[in-house]
């Protein structure tokens, strides 16, 4: 009798330690009729395939083209939150806080328009952004340099966007930041308050981030001979913030923004007509014009030391000044022994 036809299963459970189909013999005994004749074939339905035709409907592997449904519902989507963000800033159903921090604009607009010079043109790497509490106050202090203070806004950034819990970093700023037209409207959506004190304790008690640079112009404005070597940390006042509210305070080492700016001269006469700290002189400003305000495309890296706790201290620790003078002292260290390492680690200044 004739074997009946069988259709193979390729399934891998049948396969051998070898990864072969097992061969199939036949019986030895084949099915016959009582008369001894070839019991008729049974024919067997041939297993169903999958048709190389595209199928209609959702979720059945069909193809999109670029762009296709689902493209389109994302682009329609943020076109739509676009459309909805332009109709509150237009009709001003926004909210801003107390300081003028206008959060929304921050996120959609203003990080955006940093984001690229972060990613791109300083190539930013941040470490330690967990030694940064995912909830309360706290006070980062940070080394201050680079003639532009732009290492204050690549610290925001480093925040922003690398903090697991999504915090955002008010930064104390000087005054002239708010005398400034444009500047200052720009620094207070962004979260900036004056370096005072009082502005200080209020955003801790709130439970916020803030940023303070202690060397203030001095070592913004400091010679290009002069970097990576920190200046004085002022009279320890935000120390004595910091006791006030318990809030821990978490050291800040930036390497990359003194070289931005090389500083090879102060033009003082220039500085106290446009009642400036300092007018820089640089390898490219003033003698290229506009295109010396470009600056050099280094390489940065940021890191956030290990807090330094301080509600461990008493109400009237604050008014200690021997205290407060222990406490700069030690954060002062902190940074610059943590520059000098980061700088022994870095390959070069560009790459």
Known sequence: ???????PFDDDRSRGNAGQRPSRRRGAGSRRGAAGEPAPVREVQPLPTRSTAPEEGPGTG???????RHGEGGLERRVAAGLSFLRRRLT???EVDDFGYDEEL??????SLLRPVYEKYFRVEVKGVENIPDKGGALIVANHSGTLPLDGLMMQVAVHDHHPADRHLRLLAADLVFVLPVVNELARKLGHTLACAEDAERLLAQGELVGVMPEGFKGIGKPFGERYKLQRFGRGGFVSTALRQGA??????????????PMIGNAK?????LGFPYFPLTPTFPWLGPLGMVPLPTKWTIQFGEPIATDGYPPEAAEDPMLMFNLTDQVREQIQHTLYKLLVQRRSVFF
Do not use: F
């Open 248 to 261: 821990p305070i978490v050291p800040c080492s930036i390497v990359g923004a003194e070289e931005i700016y």
């Open 106 to 111: 921050t996120d959609q607009v203003l990080m």
């Open 269 to 273: 006469t220039l500085a106290r007509l």
């Open 62 to 68: 069909e193809e999109q083209p670029a762009g296709g």
């Open 1 to 7: 009798m004739a074997d009946a036809k069988v259709i």
């Open 92 to 94: 001003g159903e926004y």
